[in-house]
């Protein structure tokens, strides 16, 4: 099974830390039911299995009920993939909160904002102006990018490099906007999003049990019909506080003022072209901002247990 879905075309992460608060007929049919339930099994065994090991007591119990009904959800049918849509402002914890919950569930993992951090690195990398806006996006619609989907290890490939360390730089995370705004790169990105949000209803690295994707406009735009769609947000403070400890190891106060730029200006110039920091109809809001991480994650896989299960 492959672990990682390239692109047809071939061509944010937002770190949580804990403590400070929060920084997924006939016999060619029995064959087919079967091949199904074999990856279904497998996975449930996984998701259970991860949320016994290093979980409170109420995260562990709602990830192994979650795993449970997803592995006896129909017995008469393949039961129905689960996706998780999960949204939210920079520093909000959105990555690594997705990619636990995620591994709990047997779930595969997106991380969205990968995408449009690849991208920026891609026209970079090719020396493309980023101001030049038609010229950006005929690049990134050509883009040879390949993402992993593993939550234990996503991976983010661009023609055949990887790049999963070099996007996370600072120089990346400054200039991610530029490209992020651009709204044919936004069309082409999300185009790709829900392609490979629909490999895993039906195969791909869950075997159809489906997946946690993270990111802008994933509640809106990319998956509105996602069983469960969360807003995860926090307080400006709690924000700056998170994202300065991840990126500089410290959260004083020039350690906060340094991300400032890259927390408060990002989030109001991706504002113009998404809606992530109100919740809309149907999407649940967690705060995180006096949670730690693991009562982040606790809370949002009680959400999917509560409106996620069928």
Known sequence: MSHSATDSLGGTPESL??????????TAGASQDGATAAALSGATAAAMSAAAVGATSGAAVAAASIAHDLAHAETTDVARPLVVALDGPSGSGKSSVSRQVASRLGLAYLDT???????TWWCVHRGVDLTDQPAVAALVAGMPLEIGVDPSDPTVHVDGTDIAEAIRDSSISTAVSAVA???????????RQRELIDVERTAGFSGGVGVVAEGRDITTVVAPDADVRV?????????????????HGDADASS??????????????????SQFLVAADGVVTVDSSDLDFEQTVQAVLEVVERTGQR
């Open 181 to 191: 705004t651009n709204l044919e790169v936004r069309a082409e990105l999300r185009r």
């Open 113 to 119: 904002g990968a995408m449009y951090r690849a991208a």
């Open 231 to 247: 807003l995860l947000t926090a307080s400006e403070e709690a924000r700056l506080a998170r994202r300065a400890k991840d990126v």
């Open 256 to 273: 906060v003022e340094a991300t400032r730029d890259q927390v408060v200006r990002r989030d109001r110039d991706d504002s113009t072209v």
């Open 17 to 26: 830390e804990g403590g400070t608060g929060a920084s997924q007929d006939g």
